[in-house]
């Protein structure tokens, strides 16, 4: 039985010492990624993004059902985009139905202890303009900039039942994001950080 782990909490406690952790390797899996790509994109009435107008707009463009894979060091999104393009005149949209498979990829990226994505492009798309017109901007500025993994929250969260658990308390007091890949199924974060433990 490998009883170095805690041994070393043992000496940690008694000592009250901040850990600083250098070179420490995290794992985000492609579920939590699409799990937090939901909860903070598709968050709209039956899952969905609203590209242009809303849930009201008789003329709308959404996305929906997100599906990520990794693919050459990027995370791809295949989503389904739903819609009527064309005029508003009163309540009612005049122009065309669009239904049609639509593929992203953004590269990860990564701030502080914030994981966010960039470099947004369509890789596969409709060769109707007027959708492309809509989807462009979305995917240059708001996919990059609206979603983002907190990594230091996540863990804090976790750290927070440590006590119950183990019996010592675990806070994470700092952590910054030194680099991110993806690999595999999953974002591979190299971080420096502190970990207090009492």
Do not use: H
Request: glycine content about 8%.
């Amino acid at each position: 039985m490998n009883t170095f782990w805690p041994t070393a909490a043992v000496g940690l406690l008694l000592a009250g010492s901040v850990i600083p952790c250098r070179g420490v390797e995290l794992t985000v899996n492609r579920q939590t990624i699409e799990r937090t790509m939901k909860q903070q994109l598709f968050s709209g009435p039956n899952g969905r993004f609203y590209l242009k107008g809303n849930a009201q707009s008789p003329c709308y463009i959404t996305a929906e059902n997100p599906q990520l894979s990794f693919a050459q060091g990027r995370i791809v999104v295949r989503l389904n985009i739903q819609g009527k393009v064309g005029k508003t005149f009163g309540s009612k949209c005049f122009g065309f139905n669009v239904s049609l498979p639509a593929e992203v990829s953004l590269a990860p990226d990564a701030q502080g202890e914030t994981i966010g994505f960039k470099d947004a492009r369509l890789d596969k798309i409709s060769d109707q303009a007027e959708v492309n017109f809509v989807l462009s901007p979305f995917l240059r500025r708001q996919v990059p900039s609206s979603m983002k993994i907190n990594a230091a929250e996540l863990l804090r969260k976790e750290l927070a039942n440590s006590t119950a658990t183990s019996g010592y308390k675990v806070r994470l007091d700092r952590l910054t994001i030194t680099s991110i890949r993806a690999e595999g199924d999953k974002l591979a974060v190299d971080a420096d950080g502190n970990i207090s433990v009492e």
